[in-house]
Nanobody, 125 residues
Framework: QVQLVESGGGLVQTGNSLTVSCSAS????????MAWFRQAPGKEREFVAG????????RYADSVKGRFTISRDNSKSTVSLQMNSLKPEDTARYSC??????????????????WGQGTQVTVSS
């Protein structure tokens, strides 16, 4: 079993930056692909970004490409999402997921077996 805990959410203004992080425990972190998903009120949970177990491949949703960067530190069992040029439409609860490592990175929720509780990101206009 892998336990995931997100942190770093908050309230920011449009155009500003924020980094959210996810800390893992209880498993062998470096065998898992990791991904960030987000869910806004009244909307489905959607894929934001993913990274393979070794960090060699990343994948982004078109809506965040060029603005967000996913990274991981296997020595610390953490994965982070650097979010730049934030927009009000980025407002959502951001959750990290862990799934057995495969290539390419999957954007599908069903590919991830473990989830954190999420952290709220609110972007004011």
């Amino acid at each position: 079993q892998v336990q995931l805990v997100e942190s770093g959410g908050g309230l920011v203004q449009t155009g500003n930056s924020l980094t959210v992080s996810c800390s893992a425990s209880g498993g062998t972190f470096n065998i898992y692909n990791m991904a960030w998903f987000r869910q806004a009120p009244g909307k489905e949970r959607e894929f934001v970004a993913g990274i393979t177990w070794g960090g060699g491949e990343t994948r982004y949703a078109d809506s965040v490409k060029g603005r967000f960067t996913i990274s991981r530190d296997n020595s610390k069992s953490t994965v982070s999402l650097q979010m730049n040029s934030l927009k009000p439409e980025d407002t959502a609860r951001y959750s990290c997921g862990a799934g057995r490592g495969k290539v390419p990175v999957s954007p599908l929720r069903g590919s991830y077996d473990y989830w954190g509780q999420g952290t709220q990101v609110t972007v004011s206009s």
